[in-house]
């Protein structure tokens, strides 16, 4: 409970100071889709590779600053996963940016038929490419660190590489 309580302090002070510093702020909704691999050990250990899908919102300030919300699912686990994230972009060209940042949420999985939501949090490097004024486009690793531990069975990790897709408003 601790954990949720933080991230959520986290989440808010990010909200609340965003408008100090979003002089200029870019609105956005977008999806993806990629391939997620869980590091599943134990008695019930499976492959844990599968598609993922997702679902994400957020604001990208003064050029330099994202915010995000993001909804995964994974099939293989029965998986739903709700990631609040901050991305540093770095332009390196005029259509292009670099980023890096940081993710922390819940998880929700379900294993063998043992349910269980525990948090997770990591990081996530990537590239953007910038389409035109109102649409962009995502290339990111994410790699997340997971609490789940029910029935002798553990997930220890997720990674993450997924292609996603902007619109800006």
């Given at each position: 409970?601790?954990?949720?309580?933080?991230?959520?302090?986290?989440?808010?002070?990010?909200?609340?100071?965003?408008?100090?510093?979003?002089?200029?702020?870019?609105?956005?909704?977008?999806?993806?889709?990629?391939?997620?691999?869980?590091?599943?050990?134990?008695?019930?250990?499976?492959n844990g590779e599968d598609a993922t899908y997702q679902l994400r919102g957020g604001a990208i300030m003064n050029d330099h600053h994202r915010v995000m919300g993001t909804y995964s699912y994974m099939d293989k686990s029965s998986q739903n996963m709700f990631l609040a994230s901050y991305d540093y972009l770095m332009p390196v060209?005029?259509?292009v940016n670099l980023f890096a940042g940081v993710s922390a949420g819940v998880s929700d999985s379900?294993?063998?038929?043992?349910?269980?939501?525990?948090?997770?949090?990591?990081g996530q490097v990537g590239a953007m490419f910038e389409i035109n004024d109102n649409w962009s486009t995502d290339l990111t690793y994410r790699y997340l660190d997971q609490d789940y531990s029910k029935n002798d069975?553990?997930?220890?990790?997720?990674?993450?590489?997924?292609w996603s897709v902007d619109y800006r408003f």
């Open positions: 409970m601790k954990k949720i309580t933080a991230i959520s302090t986290l989440a808010l002070a990010v909200m609340a100071a965003s408008p100090a510093f979003a002089a200029d702020t870019q609105w956005f909704v977008g999806g993806g889709v990629g391939y997620q691999e869980d590091n599943v050990k134990g008695a019930n250990a499976q060209h005029q259509k379900k294993i063998s038929g043992s349910s269980s939501t525990d948090f997770v949090w990591g069975t553990k997930i220890d990790y997720s990674q993450q590489v997924v």
